[in-house]
């Protein structure tokens, strides 16, 4: 009897176990379809913003941009933290929405009516940066109305992606071209001065005077300033006063950050200076050439120019760190030769992935440091007196 017992116990005990541990395994393979299916709808969160960002990622306005750009902000803020982190499309990523660039409340877009009959309007490329939107750009802007008053300045930007990234984001709205010129006309403009902070006569400045070009009957008068380094001039050796005035400004106030006494003093110690630039396809890539020729002519040894894109080759990356290297400077700052320093400053040129130029000049192991200033032309007096000299240049002309 107690052998029945005890075997019936144990046949119990036993079926107990094996249930316990079926349920257990039923258990485990719940949780991890559970986590499968969390990461999943995460993902799938995650593209959709991912494919609205890429769809304001364009150069072209359309009737429903504004539509576009509110449900793309609207999307991302719906988003967990963890599910932004996995955004990623053939232009988007977290940084499109998340990226701290500043305050945008301290820019103003001078986008308002009420122009009256002579308006200065400044064009720029843009940029999604929000401090040097305020600082470069803004502060270009406000050197022209503070030096003509009596004119009513106003903005644009040619690149609508930018437009597009700034309006999705911080709600503010930047006029591109057409908007920018339609506002004139609907406003009874009969006096338009343009004036570009383009750095030279390249592709965007060739869109924006086909652009001014289409609404030139609509004004009584119409004249396009000059960009920052002037005209370009037929080779590498021709220079101008422009350039020249650019050259000093910006080979300063490079030193001025690094605290040297002078330039001289930086060449002693060993200190070079690069100014790195976009880069062109366009035959105005000349202009940096033309920059390096100018810095020669004033004896500025240890300046270089550079470019991102390595156009013209003789500034690019690799071949600017071989010049440095044969001339033996053992310490670099790298500084933009851009208007803004938005995102070629911060990423191309100050970044830390293995292709900026920080980097570069690192991997070389031939520096003992390397220097960013992360500043863009534009926050410069004598630069910003510049563009003012080019606009009183376009109003005296006959």
């Not at 220097?371 to 606009?391: D, N, R």
Request: with cysteine; proline share 2%.
């Amino acid at each position: 009897m107690k052998k029945k017992l005890l075997t019936a116990f144990l046949v119990t005990a036993l079926g107990i176990s094996m249930l316990s541990g079926c349920g257990g395994k039923n258990s485990d393979d719940n949780s991890t379809k559970s986590e499968q299916s969390t990461k999943e709808k995460d993902q799938e969160a995650a593209d959709k913003v991912a494919k609205l960002i890429d769809d304001i990622y364009v150069q072209e306005r359309t009737d429903k941009t504004d539509e576009q750009c509110e449900a793309a902000k609207k999307a991302w803020d719906a988003l967990t933290d963890a599910q932004k982190e996995l955004v990623e499309g053939e232009n988007a990523d977290p940084d499109y929405f998340g990226r701290d660039t500043g305050d945008a409340s301290k820019d103003d877009p001078l986008n308002e009516d009420e122009i009256g009959e002579n308006e200065l309007l400044v064009v720029s490329f843009g940029t999604s940066f929000n401090d040097s939107r305020a600082e470069d750009i803004g502060g270009i802007e406000k050197a022209l109305q503070a030096a003509y008053p009596e004119w009513s300045v106003r903005r644009a930007f040619t690149a609508q992606i930018i437009i597009n990234h700034v309006q999705a984001r911080d709600g503010e709205k930047i006029d591109n071209m057409d908007q920018a010129l339609e506002r004139a006309v609907k406003n009874g403009v009969k006096n338009l001065i343009v004036q570009p902070t383009h750095l030279m006569h390249g592709a965007e400045y060739d869109e924006l005077t086909e652009a001014v070009e289409n609404y030139k009957d609509k004004f009584e008068s119409v004249k396009i300033a000059e960009p920052l380094l002037g005209e370009v001039g037929s080779d590498a050796t021709v220079i101008n006063a422009d350039k020249e005035a650019v050259a000093k400004a910006i080979t300063a106030e490079a030193v001025k950050v690094t605290e040297y006494e002078s330039l001289d003093a930086a060449k002693e110690a060993g200190t070079a200076f690069v100014f790195m630039g976009h880069g062109t396809s366009h035959t105005a890539k000349i202009s940096y050439s033309q920059m390096q020729t100018q810095m020669e002519q004033l004896g500025y040894e240890n300046v270089f120019i550079g470019t991102v894109e390595g156009e013209p080759e003789e500034t690019s990356c690799e071949s600017v760190i071989e010049k440095i290297k044969a001339a033996g400077y053992k310490n670099v700052v790298l500084r933009p030769l851009m208007v803004v320093a938005g995102d070629h400053a911060n990423n191309d040129m100050a970044g830390d992935d293995d292709d900026s130029w920080k980097s570069q000049f690192e991997a070389a192991d031939a520096f003992d440091n390397i220097e960013t200033q992360i500043a863009g032309l534009g926050e410069i007096k004598e630069i910003q007196q510049l563009y003012v000299a080019h606009t009183k240049a376009a109003m005296d002309a006959e």
